[in-house]
Nanobody, 120 residues
């Protein structure tokens, strides 16, 4: 089994920054892709950013230029640096891992989530 633990969420003012961290443990050999998803009240869960073991990245259009995902394979940790935060970024952010981005929603492993709240 794969265990994912997120940290780094909190309350910030618009324009501020946060860095989320997710550390994976367990049977992670097959977890080629790790990513961050978020879910705001009344909205569907959406992909924010993803990174492969080799460093290839994908971002949602809404966060391009503001968020950066990175991965430290030696530490089994993925990060999400969030800059220029907006109130619409407020959501629970979940770390997820799976063989591919497409496989994560149904077959991936998920963390418990960390709350990010951006005040206006």
């Amino acid at each position: 089994q794969v265990q994912l633990v997120e940290s780094g969420g909190g309350l910030v003012q618009a324009g501020g920054s946060l860095r989320l961290s997710c550390t994976a443990s367990g049977s992670i050999f097959s977890m080629h892709t790790m990513g961050w998803y978020r879910q705001a009240p009344g909205k569907q869960r959406e992909l924010v950013a993803a990174v492969t073991r080799g460093g290839s990245t994908n971002y949602a259009d809404s966060v391009k230029g503001r968020f950066t995902i990175s991965r430290d394979n030696a530490r089994n940790t993925v990060y999400l640096q969030m800059n220029s935060l907006k109130p619409e970024d407020t959501a629970v952010y979940y770390c997820a891992a799976g063989p591919t981005i497409a496989a994560i929603p149904n077959f991936g492993s998920w963390g418990q989530g960390t709350q990010v709240t951006v005040s206006s």
